[in-house]
């Protein structure tokens, strides 16, 4: 790996390493694209399709961002803005986890529904479209249902976990299982012009409270519906929650729900916690 | 007994963002939503005066009650 390392220095300007070369010396040294973005960062030198990430980003955390493996659960409205920007963000490993294949109701939001995919299994075309934008991401595809029964052995080696499912009974699940495994799960849900996030550290019950009223079947997303703004809202929220539970940065909504009226352009934030309970609004 | 009731999301739809209204003593969040035609299953996240609550929680001259929606689309 020396003369990678040596072709990345020669051929970085500055202290970006642009894609051109990145690809160039995958091939003369027969690794892959993800490897040699890994050496490039090793030695603290920027692929430069994440330039812009600076200085939100330094590039030390690029290279614990690239190390790093997340979960999608669900690859629809939410699920395809989540994968499309965990990409582009330059998470190194992507699990998505979904059993559907495109259908016509999904194109008004669905990032990676087209017509002509209409009937392509949601997680493949995720796939596809990773190649497309971030070929140093790798992105696993897994065309199966989430469940209890399969839960743990999917998520194995996942640091974190993006909720974009649209059942209510797969949450809870989802939630203790990662609870089980000690693994943060960012949550987010949608329904019309609303929605809302908050993040479930190990050990809480995030998930529970929130849907502690819940005794089966749908929430009011079945008459709302799901508007095409609505999931890019949410999932990009659940994003900067990976971003930071990543880098250790920032406040997480650990214990708190953040909840978005995009009709009123109203933001909540309500405490979770069962006793003592503040809002951060004038509500 | 005065009650201000506060509601989220869509269930502002047809109704009001905010009201305070008299309600006979020992009404619970369940006679209010009742009242205003929403149906349980819709009801989320409840609070009075800022802590969450069940349904069969009674309410108290005064109180603030809160009402979100159920949200579980993706």
């Known amino acids: 790996m020396d003369a990678l390392s040596a072709f990345i220095r020669d051929h970085s300007d500055g202290q970006l390493f642009p ?3 990145q690809h160039e010396a995958a091939v003369r040294f027969s690794v892959s694209v993800a490897q040699v973005e890994a050496a490039a960062l090793q030695q603290n030198i920027l692929p430069a399709r994440y330039q812009r990430n600076r200085q939100a980003i330094s590039v030390s955390d ?23 920007e965990l990409a582009r963000l330059g998470v190194g490993r992507i699990v998505v986890i979904d059993p559907d294949v495109f259908e016509e109701h999904n194109l008004n939001r669905q990032l990676f529904s087209t017509p002509a995919n209409l009937g392509r299994a949601k997680v493949e075309a995720a796939a596809a479209r990773v190649r497309e934008i971030n070929p140093a991401v790798t992105l696993a595809p897994i065309q199966k249902a989430f469940s209890i029964d399969n839960g743990a052995e999917l998520l194995n080696g996942c640091q974190i976990v993006v909720d974009a499912l649209d059942s209510i009974q797969v949450r809870l699940e989802l939630a203790e299982i990662c609870s089980t495994m000690n693994i943060p799960l960012v949550h987010g849900a949608i329904a019309g012009w609303f929605g809302h996030v908050t993040t479930q550290f190990p050990g809480d019950t995030t998930l529970q409270t929130i849907y502690r009223s819940w005794k089966g079947g749908k929430g009011v997303e079945q008459t709302l519906g799901n508007p095409s703004f609505t999931p890019a809202v949410v999932a990009s929220i659940e994003v900067a929650e990976v971003c930071k539970l990543l880098l250790g ?6 214990g708190r729900q953040l909840i978005i009226d995009l009709l009123s352009m109203e933001i909540q934030v309500i405490d979770l916690h069962e006793e003592i309970v503040t809002v951060a609004s004038e509500f | 007994m005065n009650i201000t009731v506060k509601l989220f999301a869509s269930f ?9 209204g008299d309600y006979p003593a ?24 800022n802590r969450h609550v069940k349904l069969d929680r009674q309410i108290a001259e005064g109180d603030i009650l809160a009402l979100f929606p159920l949200l579980g689309g993706g």
């Not at chain 1, 690029?62 to 803005?81: D, E, K, N, P, R």
């Not at chain 2, 502002?12 to 305070?20: A, L, S």
């Open chain 1, 62 to 84: 690029q290279f614990t961002i690239f190390s790093s493996c997340v979960a999608v659960i669900g690859c629809g409205g939410l699920g395809g803005y989540v994968v499309e």
């Open chain 1, 19 to 21: 894609w051109a070369r």
């Open chain 1, 249 to 254: 940065q920032g406040n997480p909504l650990r």
């Open chain 2, 12 to 20: 502002r739809t047809g109704r009001f963002d905010i009201e305070t």
């Open chain 2, 26 to 49: 020992g009404t619970t969040v369940a006679d209010v939503a009742d009242s205003l035609n929403l149906p349980q299953s819709e009801l989320g996240i409840m609070m009075i005066n």
